[in-house]
Every structure is written in C-alpha cells, then in structure tokens.
C-alpha cells in the first residue's frame, strides 16, 4: 500500500489545525509515534501517515481506544469504576502511548 507522508505543516493545511495544536496537545496523545508518524532515520524531523490519521479521526474515541495498546476499551471515566470491591486499586501511572507504569 502507498502512504503519503505529511510533514506538521501539511498536516495542519489538511486538518484545519494550528501547527502548534498539533505540536502541543495531539502529538502523543491521540497522534502516537509508530503508528501516526514517525521520524525517518531516527532524526528530528517527523512525517505524519495521513492514511492511518484519516482513518481514526472517523472513528468514535471508544474505538479508537479499543485499539490502543495498553487500554481496555472502556470509556476513561468507568474503568476506575470496574474495580471490585475490596480489590486493591492500580497504582500505575499513565504512559503517552496508552501504557501503564507499575513500577
């Protein structure tokens, strides 16, 4: 399949946003590293894949987050309410890429 790679610029033409939005508040939140953009050579320079960002900005955040790796699915305001009673609560700390640190 062909890509088309996108640097901030083009991306922020095509989505109507300000580069800095998309610098500051989507980039590793709901834009992540491997699998909306990547930096090509290890470098600084990041190219955004316009195929996978079109995609799941079509899809409700539910589903979006079924697909994250490292999260359950649930909207975010239940899962502290699935804990069963007496069970000790998940002291982990949240991670950029959907992950939890248990450390």
């Given amino acids: 399949m062909n890509y088309t790679y996108l640097t901030t610029e083009a991306l922020a033409e095509r989505i109507h946003y ?8 989507l980039k590793d939140s709901v834009l992540l590293e491997g699998r909306h953009y990547f ?3 290890g470098g600084r320079k990041i190219l955004y894949i316009w195929e ?3 995609r799941d900005m079509k899809q409700p955040a ?6 994250t790796p490292g999260t359950s699915g649930l909207p975010r305001d239940t899962k502290a309410r699935t804990t069963q009673p007496g069970a000790a609560a998940s002291t ?4 950029a890429g959907g992950g939890v640190c248990n450390g």
């Fill in 18 to 25: 300000d580069v800095r939005t998309i610098r500051d508040r």
């Fill in 39 to 41: 930096r090509p050579f």
């Fill in 52 to 54: 996978t960002i079109e």
């Fill in 62 to 67: 539910l589903e979006i987050d079924s697909v």
């Fill in 92 to 95: 982990g700390i949240p991670m």
